[in-house]
Each structure stands twice: as structure tokens, then as C-alpha cells.
């Protein structure tokens, strides 16, 4: 998959995760935002980057997105541990969207 392709498909999955967004959140103006990843990987802080950057992009005048660092989550690679990490990031009143990066914690 070229690079390109992989910007165009990362940008359409953060429209659509955005137009997710519970209204409540909207009103108020402000969306917390959670990521969680599997484990440590290469390009992990990359995606992250782009995710926060392309997200903001989006959403400039419209909501304010935050992306708060206790929010961030990287995993160790084992069910357990995502399903704790995910499990904790929907019960957090102050998360309005999770996004989920790699299969473990996207199952």
C-alpha cells in the first residue's frame, strides 16, 4: 500500500470515528479523544501524530479535540491488557471517543 493510499485511508477513518461523536459532546464543544494501541510498535508514535494532527485539522472552528496523554494507552501485547485498557477508556466519563489501534484491542 503506497503511502498516499495509507494518508487517504487514515483521513477517512478519522472522519467517519468523528462523525461518531455523541452530540452531548459536541455541545459542549470539546472531545476527548483515547487511543489505544496493542503494544509497542515502529510506527506507533507516527500514526498517533497523525491521527491528533489530522484530526484537529478537521475539526478547526467546528469543536475543540483534545487528545490528553493520560488518555494515550500502549499495550504489551496480550488480550488481557487491551481488554483492561479499552474496558477503562469506555467507563471514563471524561472519554467521548476511543480509537483503537491493532487487532487485539480492536476485537
Same mark, same amino acid.
Given at each position: ?21 455523541? %452530540?452531548?459532546?459536541?455541545? !459542549? ?6 487511543? +489505544? %494501541?496493542?503494544?509497542? $510498535? ?13 484530526? !484537529? ?6 469543536? +475543540? ?11 504489551? $501485547? ?21 480509537? %483503537? +489501534? ?6
Amino acid at each position: 500500500m503506497t503511502n498516499g493510499l495509507r494518508k487517504m485511508r487514515g483521513t477517512a477513518t478519522v472522519v467517519l470515528l468523528l462523525l461518531c461523536i455523541p %452530540s452531548v459532546a459536541l455541545a !459542549t464543544r470539546q472531545v476527548t479523544v483515547a487511543i +489505544l %494501541s496493542d503494544g509497542p $510498535w515502529a510506527t506507533t508514535q507516527a500514526v498517533r501524530k497523525q491521527i491528533i494532527q489530522e484530526s !484537529t485539522a478537521l475539526t478547526e472552528g467546528e469543536f +475543540l479535540v483534545r487528545f490528553p496523554k493520560d488518555k494515550q494507552r500502549v499495550g504489551d $501485547w496480550s488480550r488481557d491488557t487491551a481488554r483492561q485498557q479499552l474496558t477503562e477508556a469506555l467507563a471514563d466519563p471524561e472519554v467521548d471517543l476511543v480509537i %483503537s +489501534l491493532g487487532l487485539i484491542s480492536s476485537v
